[in-house]
């Protein structure tokens, strides 16, 4: 699911944004998978528009089934 578009700056890289959307670089690949057009893409020019999908929370596995 699409929650936000973002618009790069210059220099900006998948794990940056990552961090500043999710509070964690090595959800990039989240990013990647939603903007395939871009995945060969290390930094990006300023001005590309990237769908920012939003991430459901996913109870922790190690919590009995009951508390999931």
Do not use: H
């Amino acid at each position: 699911m699409i929650g936000w578009i973002y618009t790069t700056l210059s220099g900006d890289t998948f794990d940056m944004i990552a961090l500043d959307f999710y509070d964690d670089e090595f959800l990039a690949g989240e990013l990647i998978r939603a903007n395939p057009q871009y995945s060969g893409v290390l930094r990006f020019p300023a001005g590309v528009e990237l769908s920012i999908p939003i991430l459901e929370d996913e109870p922790a596995k190690t919590l009995p089934p009951w508390r999931r």
